[in-house]
């Protein structure tokens, strides 16, 4: 069966400090993965998508980027956190010919 | 694009009533409809799905309708229970390699014991 991970699961990081999430999927091949933030209010904002090995869809311009250096891992990155960075970040995939997107348990962040 | 809207945002009833959220979306094209239950603190995880060609999908206590002619479906929960308090997501999708959903805002269920 398909599992997918994410790490760390809480975070504190100081304004102006570098970010790294990890995300990998296990069980699967060529997954499409994407990357969203929920801030306080519940709505799931879609960041990032990938649909194979260093392809990269941006859907809001941030401080934020993303990458895809395997076929399973997932990263998002900051060189500089802001305040409003603050969030739940939580990574998913799906397969590639299907519809549903499966979840991680989400990371925890906040910018102080 | 697509454009969910999702009602109520907050929800609350009493253990063993039935609680129904609403949702409508504005691209005829889209065909797939999944609902995610958020717990606190946690990802969201899927509960159920419909597609187009099907008008309603049951599961134990949870079932799904759609009507694709006004582009609306719902989530039914009878006989609520008080771990079924969480945040619900409705979403919309079409078919494709890059599929991508568009979310509803979420809705706060409340059961009170």
């Known amino acids: 069966s398909q599992t997918i991970h994410q790490w760390p699961a809480t975070l504190v990081q100081p304004v102006g400090s570098p970010l790294s999430l990890e995300c990998t999927v296990e069980?699967?091949?060529?997954?499409?993965l994407y990357w969203y933030r929920q801030a306080a209010g519940r709505g799931l904002q879609l960041l990032f998508y990938?649909?194979?090995?260093?392809?990269i869809s941006s859907e809001v311009p941030q401080n934020l980027s993303a990458s895809r250096p395997q076929d399973r891992q997932f990263i998002l990155s900051s060189k500089k956190l802001l305040l409003s960075d603050s969030g739940f970040y939580l990574c998913?995939?799906?397969?590639?010919?299907?519809?549903?997107?499966?979840f991680g348990p989400g990371t925890r962040l906040l910018v102080l | 694009g697509e454009n969910v809207e999702q009602h109520p945002s907050t929800l609350s009833v009493q253990e063993g009533d039935s609680a129904v959220i609403k949702c409508t979306y504005s691209?005829?094209?889209?065909?797939?409809f999944p609902w995610y239950k958020q717990e606190l603190g946690k990802g969201p995880q899927l509960i159920i799905d419909?597609?187009?060609?099907?008008g309603e999908k049951k599961d134990q206590r949870i079932a799904v309708t759609l009507n694709k002619t006004a582009k609306h479906f719902s989530l039914h929960i009878t006989e609520t229970q008080p771990e079924d308090s969480a945040v619900y997501f409705c979403?919309?999708?079409?078919?494709?390699?890059?599929?991508?959903?568009?979310f509803g805002r979420g809705t706060s269920l409340i059961v009170h014991p």
């Open positions: 998913a995939w799906s397969g590639g010919l299907q519809e549903t997107q499966y």
């Open positions: 069980g699967t091949s060529n997954p499409n």
């Open positions: 990938s649909v194979g090995i260093g392809q």
């Open positions: 691209d005829s094209a889209s065909n797939y």
């Open positions: 419909i597609r187009s060609n099907v």
């Open positions: 979403a919309a999708a079409g078919l494709g390699g890059s599929y991508i959903p568009t």
